[in-house]
């Protein structure tokens, strides 16, 4: 299935379907085309910015961003991957995604005031059924 399919049948907003993510997404399949399940998460990682190197997609790797508590700093955050400056990239290698992976995209949208994220699991069979887009809602 192509990326321009998957957002055809998943679109639930219309951040969802813009030119930046179907790119983001092109990405992950073709790295998950190369390797497939079973890799772990830094592999892929590596893999993507690659992927993205070749296709001139702009990305910073381990974007930290500071956490806040009743307005004082406790500790800090780490995006594994944010493109264009918009998109956050949250990767995981593993069984399933669960709703605590929402959450954690959830809270760096919030830590960092953007709007979408883009959960990807490769170690699925067929990439898009690793694939969530996270949405913020203001």
């Not at 995981?92 to 699991?121: D, M, W």
């Amino acid at each position: 299935m192509r990326f321009e399919e998957f957002h055809a049948r998943n679109r639930k907003n219309e951040d969802e379907n813009d030119p930046l993510t179907d790119k983001i997404i092109g990405a992950a399949i073709e790295v998950h085309r190369e390797f497939g399940p079973g890799m772990t998460e830094v592999m892929y990682e590596g893999a993507l910015r690659r992927e993205f190197d070749l296709r001139g997609i702009r990305y910073e790797r381990q974007v930290r961003f500071d956490v806040y508590y009743k307005d004082v700093v406790v500790g800090q955050g780490r995006l594994d991957l944010l493109v264009a400056g918009e998109v956050i990239v949250e990767l995981k290698a593993c069984e399933a995604l669960g709703p605590v992976h929402r959450s954690q995209c959830i809270t760096y949208l919030r830590a960092t005031g953007h709007r979408i994220a883009l959960l990807i699991n490769f170690n699925v069979p067929v990439l898009k059924d690793g694939i969530k887009p996270v949405i913020l809602s203001h």
